[in-house]
């Protein structure tokens, strides 16, 4: 069988490299998505933008022939029962209505709406239209962290005690080096600013591991205040650059999450997590696993006075992969055109996609008003 697919937003880096091509059309190169029974969907991706070039040269690129630039009319053909969402945060809110009042399966990539209120009202329209849902959690089915899980899930942790979380690298200002990231990332009032970007993620990979994030102390800075943009003009950096995070686990685990833009990486990775545990410890990245169980453990003695010879980074050992492992957004989308054609349970819809705006307006408020935000239980 086909499946029509609505793409919004395919002109952005992200909605073009990883759910244009390395998955919706990764999945069609693969004979499409398999289900329960044998039989496979394919996928038949409609380009939708605001740019006409953009979206007719990745058409005439890849081969496609549906594009537009007029959302209602991609919501109005019957044979594009699912729209999918990866513009700017500022225009998503809108467009999923839309595509909800249209009786349309919704998935989309996070922030699902610009304010905690906004997105619960997506969920609750969601559940009002009895269209299936869901929300991007790509980081969920990287190897690291597939790895990390089944750690989890082994017991190899005992007791889990701390999380200890580094993200980040050096974005550069735009003057005599181009950014590596575009420009409204840095103006809040573009929808710009880290710990909205950021916390988001880290909320569904600390709930999915860990436990339920239950307070946030956070501070939020712009340690960079003027950046210059891809006409190569001066602009204020009115967004936050840089989050430095507490998360109080469900179960009493104590998370620690650096996030930012103006650091530069001495790590294997471009983020790590490091999870301490009284039978065990790991670090893992998005590809990368190591472990130093309790019985491997060196017995190092504090000496300031005496150079450490300790190998402390070779006492570790690699998890092997012991799986093949896809692409993490392809994966994704996967699982969820078996949520919509199969009936698989989903757990990553807009209550999820809220729950991770919540964590992300808790560490804003955290830093505004200098003290820890405990978070209720959270419903429609």
Known sequence: MKLGVVMN??????????????????????????????????????LVGRNADKLRDIARRHGLENWTTDLDTALSDSDYPVYFDAQLTQAREKSLIAAMDAERHVYTEKPTAETLEGALDLARRAEAAGVKNGVVHDKLYLPGLLKLKRLIDSGF???????????????????????????????AEDGGGIVLDMFCHWSYVLENLFGRVESVTAKAVTHVPERYDERGEKYAATADDSAYGIFELAGGIIAQINSSWCVRVNRDELVEFQVDGTHGSAVAGLHGCKIQPRVATPKPVWNPDLAQNEPFREQWQEVPDNAEFDNGFKAQWEQFIRHVVDDEPNHYDFMAGARGLRVAEAGLQSSREGRRIELGELTL
């Open 9 to 46: 937003g395919v002109t952005g880096r992200m909605g073009y490299r990883q759910h244009l091509v390395r998955s919706v059309l990764a999945i069609r190169e693969q004979g499409g998505v398999e289900l329960a029974d044998g039989t496979r969907v394919e996928l038949e991706p409609m």
């Open 157 to 187: 942790f005992g007791r889990i005690l701390s999380v200890r979380g580094e993200f980040g690298y050096w974005v550069f200002e735009g003057d005599w080096q181009s950014a590596q990231r575009p420009s409204w990332n840095y103006r």
